[in-house]
């Protein structure tokens, strides 16, 4: 079975882009979920969403939003990137009812 | 709110010597929780949970809930276990995990 793949692998923006990250999920999987990964701050939960639907959602500010559509893919979408929105974009999926996550590779996006 | 807290950020230690992981958390309810790997350029993988109560790689891991710790142990350490370690907590099934900030484990030849 494949793995939780994340595109694109590297980014680098300039400081009030925008970017749109995707994941799809292990097949069968229909929860998704996001984090950030930096040194200060370590993992941090941005949201989650399953059947299309969010779930739950992490403390992070309205220019962090997400969707997921019908075949469980998920995109993130950052606006007016900041420099400290520079971070490891790691997504999970897992089934239903299950707590086990499996964590893609991540994206790395770097914010100029 | 729930919160987990690993004390240290680094452990280096020699093959053969024991392991001790230290991670407390801290939630009002009955949580979930579970150790996750990170090794150098590998994605971050589920090493185990508390409520499969088994050993994996040598690794164990007891629930305290009096002193609400999750403490992750091996006694005798790898070079193949340096990795960081992140402890984590969910408060239930459909719920986020809340990690804690992680530890780098160091095992010498």
């Known amino acids: 079975k494949a793995g939780v793949t994340q595109t694109p692998r590297y980014l680098i923006k300039t400081r009030g882009q925008q970017v749109t990250l995707s994941c799809s999920p292990i097949?069968?999987?229909?929860?998704v979920s996001w984090y950030q990964q930096t040194p200060g701050q370590g993992l941090q939960f941005l949201f989650e969403y399953f059947s299309e639907t969010q779930r739950n959602k992490g403390n992070f500010p309205g220019r962090f939003s997400g969707r997921q559509f019908s075949n469980s893919r998920s995109e993130m979408n950052v606006s007016t990137l900041e420099l400290g929105d520079s971070a490891l974009y790691l997504c999970?999926?897992?089934?239903?009812?299950?707590?086990?996550?499996?964590f893609g590779p991540g994206t790395r996006l770097t914010v100029l | 709110a729930q919160r987990v807290t690993q004390p240290e950020k680094l452990l280096s230690v020699f093959k053969g010597a024991p392991v001790e992981l230290k991670c407390n958390y801290s939630y009002s309810g009955s949580p979930e929780l579970f150790w996750y790997v990170q090794y150098s350029r590998q994605r971050l993988q589920l090493l185990l949970r508390?409520?499969s109560r088994e050993s994996i790689k040598g690794f164990t891991a007891d629930l305290n809930k009096g002193e609400t710790s999750f403490h992750l142990k091996k006694p005798f350490a790898q070079e193949e276990d340096s990795a960081m370690y992140y402890c984590?907590?969910?408060?239930?099934?459909?719920?986020?995990?809340?990690f804690g900030k992680g530890i780098t484990l160091s095992v010498r030849p």
């Open positions: 097949s069968g999987h229909r929860s």
């Open positions: 984590a907590l969910s408060s239930g099934a459909n719920s986020k995990l809340t």
């Open positions: 999970a999926s897992r089934l239903a009812g299950v707590n086990e996550q499996f």
């Open positions: 508390h409520i």
